[in-house]
């Protein structure tokens, strides 16, 4: 079936620094991927939708200076949490659509902790 | 009032249970429903995907949905302790590469041996 990989799957960073997260689709050409945020206890927030060759379309609320999206390939995007503080401390999901699919399928998930 | 409503939990059942897990939604747009698993500390995994109204069976799982009362649900038969996650309902107005889900805020299962 279809796979999306997240990396890092866990990552701390000092508050102030900027921390990179990767999802690829690894079997599937993902012309749009989205990335959630996830607190504890919560369902999943959609932040921005990421997509191929373009720039991301972000949800109210959601900084886009501060949480950069770039989706260069059919099988990349990466989100950029710029100036983290620990309040961006969160689990961060990516999920891709495939070009004719209806289904979306999720990343692993990574977990970032602001200190 | 959210777009999708999900009893939260924690539902605890003893193995071998029928499970009832429900979403009611108010946007009448919404025509593809899907419910997905999340272990704890990992992505979601989708279980079902259903289009308008109707049922479907997988396995051990039903999905139904009742677009007239904007209601849906997720059946589990013969429950086991591996089920116990959190269930996500998510819905979608459209198909296609572009269209966002908007999802509940997840059932927490819990089956007991």
């Known amino acids: 079936g279809a796979v999306v990989s997240q990396h890092p799957s866990w990552v701390i960073c000092k508050s102030g620094t900027s921390v990179k997260i990767e999802c690829r689709s690894l079997?599937?050409?993902?012309?749009?991927m989205f990335w959630y945020r996830q607190f504890p206890k919560q369902s999943l927030m959609l932040m921005a939708t990421s997509n191929e060759g373009s720039k991301a379309t972000y949800e109210q609320g959601v900084e886009k200076d501060k949480f950069l999206i770039n989706h260069a390939s059919l099988t990349l995007s990466t989100l950029t949490v710029t100036s983290a503080h620990p309040e961006d401390s969160s689990f961060y999901i990516c999920s891709a659509r495939g070009q004719w699919g209806n289904t979306i399928y999720f990343g692993e998930g990574s977990w970032l902790t602001v200190v | 009032q959210k777009e999708v409503e999900q009893d939260p939990g924690p539902l605890s059942v003893p193995e071998g249970a029928i499970v009832s897990l429900n979403c009611t939604y108010s946007n009448s747009a919404f025509q593809y429903f899907m419910w997905y698993r999340q272990y704890s500390r990992k992505g979601p995994e989708l279980l079902m995907y259903t289009y308008s109204s109707g049922n479907k069976e997988d396995g051990r799982f039903t999905a139904q949905v009742d677009k007239s009362s904007k209601y849906i649900s997720l059946f589990i038969r013969d429950s086991q302790p591996s089920d116990s996650a959190t269930y996500l309902c998510a819905m979608s107005e459209y198909g296609g590469a572009t269209n966002k889900l908007i999802f509940g805020t997840g059932t927490l299962l819990a089956v007991q041996p």
């Open positions: 079997d599937f050409q993902a012309t749009t």
